[in-house]
């Protein structure tokens, strides 16, 4: 395995291969020796296509091999790589070994679901062991690394793991039909028991496990029709909740170890600034400081608890040189943006017909400018590290997205191998793609470097919030050719931008489009004969990073927003105006439909005393997901905006649990309504201006709108729902105001646009 994940860029950014070179093939040894740690049983060794391959390639079903102690297993199939593990052990219990991350998507719950679904156990009999990292064993198959992000988890794991529990079942039926010599097609299983139908004799798994490792894998099994299901698809109780409640839940933050010490870290306020100077005995005579550590960007406190690090650092003052950034601010990033974009052409990501053709000689022509700031993550859990390094080895505990990543580079910074860096996870207090970044990690390996002994390093909010991997400020040029009923004809839309996926998976760009910066653009579902969507590279002087969905969330903004404009100059409704270019798009056509009627579309908005109230719409085709959201807001004299009630519907192919559907979509719902509202990073003087909840607010609970969600029932493959709930928002909110106020909103956040827009009328 590669240890040269990460280089450093002048701004800070850590240049990112998720995806290492694919690793060789685990040989039969290695395979063996795994289960033979696992001290008997039945183990299951489940294979995932890599996301190299193609399309055909990955939708087809996971092979599997079995083995215990002494069970001899088949080298891996060309192009497949050992993925995860399954146990079942001699009382029954069965066991996943999770190669996905829980930070409140409800992973912990829907994997252990598939997998019982088809093994035929009780989803209580199922318990979860985090996996450790190694991409040898658990890649995923859509994102090609130990990851966990891009709405992908249920998408990957879909078939696989059935696969697996369908495999395990057909064995273990086998195995007793064997014992009792019968016909296996004369036995059942149901609730870890295998039944002989005719003569009622039962065996549970437990006491088949040994007969069943023995015993070739079927090739071949058929999975479950979704008629069969008793577990997919039924609102079930999330199985980390009870822990999450009664406090014995365990964050990254929460890791307490023997002559464990505590640190608190200060960086540069200036990206790619450098320590100047530091008052070292003001902070060593603070009772409990043991040690100041220095690097050329940041400065450390270690204490003998949290109170003695941030005393310390507190009088430890730093100052800085701000080193070539200290001019930058976010005036001058928008400003280089917009010259680009109106100077520079772009790479082509979709050019249908002749969009430039068609709009030079247009009688009707729309355009409009979008602009989105830049956004900090602002998790509950702000960034925290455990190491203990020691001469010939390194712990880390942390909840990381990308525990390779961590692993990778902590061994290229102690310089020790790979396999010696061990990587604890935990779940994770809130990740939205900052927790994919692994500088955090970086930062605390450079400083237990200098100090022997487990040393957990802990940033501040102010910290996290000022030193964040910032969701990428954007510029977009849009406009459309109108025929004489209104109706687009050509569809132009340059997106300016970074690229985030320059930085961390540099193959997935193609021609030099970033496939993540025109998610939600590219594939625009309206039905449109000239489309051109261009993409221009443009990287600003601070770091920037995945924010729960970075592309859609702002191209849906700049698309549905633009939809709703050329809906309004033809005096249509916007609704029926986006009917009526979804004709080849049904599935987007029927979300559409069904959020208008459960919203009561058309039937006037109760009146508010001193209010202006309206309804705004949005549509999207976003992480393999189709949704519509419709917002009712209302907007007071000051141009103050309250959202009372959102309405989502939602076709995400087949559920797996309906109750984490909802969720998911009511805190995106939610996260993206904060963020359009009232989220901004701004610079000045190469400081990021805003440092805690004050400045960077989030919403508070009696400002939650009402939420409604109407799944619509599908047979297809699932969709992503992490993220689709966020990028719907903004617009539907927007657009709501428009119909309350009259004011169109193409800069957020919102609140600051308002605010002018009441002063200046």
């Not at 091999?65 to 993925?83: E, I, R």
């Not at 005579?285 to 005393?311: F, N, P, S, T, Y």
């Not at 400020?473 to 406009?479: F, G, H, S, T, W």
């Not at 797996?656 to 359009?676: K, R, Y």
Request: hydrophobic share 45%.
């Amino acid at each position: 395995m590669r240890t040269d994940q990460t280089d450093t860029t002048d701004n800070g950014a850590q240049q990112i291969d998720p995806a290492p070179a694919a690793p060789a093939s685990p040989s039969r040894r290695r395979f063996l020796e795994a289960g033979t740690a696992l001290g008997g049983g039945l183990l299951i060794g489940l294979y995932l296509p890599a996301a190299a391959q193609d399309k055909s390639r990955t939708e087809k079903p996971a092979e599997a091999a079995v083995g215990n102690k002494a069970t001899a297993v088949s080298d891996q199939a060309p192009g497949l790589a050992h993925n995860a593990f399954i146990r079942i052990d001699r009382t029954g219990v069965v066991t996943l070994i999770m190669h996905k991350v829980e930070m409140g998507q409800g992973t912990f719950t829907s994997m252990p679901m598939l997998l019982a679904e088809e093994l035929e156990v009780d989803l209580s009999a199922v318990r979860l062991e985090q996996a450790p990292a190694d991409n040898n064993l658990y890649s995923d198959p859509i994102l090609g690394g130990q990851v966990t992000g891009g709405s992908t988890s249920v998408r990957g794991a879909w078939e696989p793991l059935r696969q697996a529990g369908a495999k395990a079942r057909v064995l273990l039926i086998s195995a007793a039909a064997k014992q009792w010599q019968v016909e296996p097609v004369t036995c059942v299983a149901r609730n870890g028991v295998v039944t002989h139908a005719p003569s009622g004799r039962t065996l549970g798994y437990g006491a088949l496990v040994d007969a069943a490792a023995a015993m070739p894998m079927p090739r071949d099994v058929m999975l479950k029709p979704a008629a069969a299901f008793t577990l997919i698809g039924k609102p079930l109780k999330r199985l980390d909740s009870p822990d999450k409640v009664n406090g014995r839940a365990q964050f990254g933050i929460d890791v307490r170890l023997p002559n464990m010490l505590i640190a608190t870290v200060a960086a540069s306020p200036v990206a790619g600034g450098t320590l100047k100077s530091v008052d070292e005995a003001r902070a060593m005579a603070v009772r409990g400081v043991r040690k100041v550590l220095r690097l050329d960007g940041a400065v450390a406190v270690v204490g003998e608890h949290m109170w003695a690090a941030r005393q310390g650092l507190q009088a430890l003052a730093p100052t800085w040189t701000d080193g070539a950034q200290a001019e930058t601010s976010t005036a001058a990033i928008a400003g280089d943006m917009a010259s680009a974009a109106s100077s520079k052409t772009g790479v082509i990501a979709r050019n249908d017909g002749n969009a430039a053709l068609a709009i030079a000689g247009a009688a009707i022509l729309h355009e409009a400018v979008y602009e989105m700031p830049f956004l900090a993550h602002a998790t509950m859990e702000p960034m925290n590290c455990t190491v203990d390094l020691r001469a010939d080895a390194c712990d880390l505990w942390v909840g990381t997205q990308v525990p390779t990543l961590a692993q990778g580079i902590a061994a290229k910074l102690t310089g020790l191998p790979i396999e010696k860096i061990a990587v604890h996870n935990f779940y994770i207090g809130g990740g939205f793609g900052r927790r994919l970044e692994v500088d955090y990690v970086m930062q605390a390996v450079q400083f237990a470097k200098q100090i022997k002994g487990p040393v957990k390093f802990i940033w501040s909010r102010e910290e996290d919030i000022q030193h964040d991997m910032y969701r990428p400020y954007y510029y977009d040029r849009i406009a459309a050719a109108l025929d004489e009923r209104g109706m687009p004809s050509a569809w132009s839309h340059k997106i300016t931008g970074s690229s985030v996926m320059a930085r961390f998976a540099p193959a997935a760009l193609k021609n030099g489009v970033d496939p993540d910066a025109v998610e939600g653009a590219r594939d625009v579902a309206y039905d449109i004969a000239n489309v051109k969507v261009e993409y221009l590279r443009h990287e600003p002087p601070i770091p920037t990073a995945f924010w729960r969905g970075v592309g859609a969330t702002h191209n849906i903004f700049v698309v549905e927003s633009f939809i709703d404009e050329l809906a309004a100059s033809a005096k249509f409704d916007p609704v029926a105006y986006r009917t009526a270019l979804l004709d080849k798009s049904p599935r987007m056509r029927t979300v559409l439909q069904l959020a208008a009627q459960k919203a009561g579309w058309g039937r006037p908005l109760k009146p508010i005393a001193g209010r202006r109230v309206g309804r705004g719409v949005s549509a999207q085709f976003a992480f393999g997901s189709y949704m519509a959201q419709v917002a009712e807001v209302s907007v007071g004299a000051e141009g103050d905006v309250r959202v009372h009630r959102v309405v989502c519907a939602v076709d995400c192919g087949q559920v797996v649990n309906p109750d984490t559907v909802v969720a998911q979509i009511e805190s995106g719902v939610n996260f993206g309504l904060t963020a359009a509202l009232w989220n901004e990073i701004t610079l000045e003087r190469g400081r990021v201006q805003q440092n805690n909840f004050n400045d960077y607010r989030m919403m508070r609970i009696n400002e939650a709108p009402q939420i409604e969600v109407h799944i619509v029932s599908s047979s297809d493959k699932p969709g992503g729902i992490g993220e689709p709930g966020t990028s719907a928002a903004a617009p539907a909110l927007t657009n709501a105001i428009f119909a309350a106020t009259g004011q169109r909103i193409r800069k957020l956040p919102v609140a600051a646009q308002l605010k002018a827009k009441t002063a200046s009328a």
